[in-house]
């Protein structure tokens, strides 16, 4: 079992930056790739980034690349997503998620889920 707690959500300018924590527990964390998605209202839930535990190899979307870097810290169990030169169209809920085996990008391999946390970018 994996349990999932995000934070670090909340209302910021066009431009500005966020920082998103995934603290995350249970027994084989480890052996789990960790990702971000997003949900905007009236939209399907999408791939932001995602991270292994064991290498670091990262994986973005494309509408994110060059702008969020994810990473984790392994001694605190958590993930974390730096969000700079926000935009309007990020305004979302961010959800933490973890896969055991998959494909990192398909919201439908994911196991575990965090509750999420809203991001919202003013213009």
């Known amino acids: 079992q994996v349990q999932l707690v995000e934070s670090g959500g909340g209302v910021v300018q066009a431009g500005g930056s966020l920082r998103l924590s995934c603290a995350a527990s249970g027994r084989t964390i480890f052996s789990y790739y960790m990702g971000w998605f997003r949900q905007a209202p009236g939209k399907e839930r999408e791939f932001v980034s995602a991270?292994?535990?064991?290498?670091?190899?990262?994986y973005y979307a494309n509408s994110v690349k060059g702008r969020f870097a994810i990473s984790r810290d392994n001694a605190k169990n958590t993930a974390y997503l730096q969000m700079n030169s926000l935009k309007p169209e990020d305004t979302a809920v961010y959800y933490c998620?973890?896969?055991?085996?998959?494909?990192?990008?398909?919201?439908?391999?994911?196991?575990?889920w965090g509750q999420g946390t809203q991001v919202t970018v003013s213009s």
């Open positions: 998620a973890a896969l055991r085996k998959g494909n990192v990008y398909h919201t439908q391999d994911y196991n575990y």
């Open positions: 991270i292994t535990w064991a290498d670091q190899r990262t």
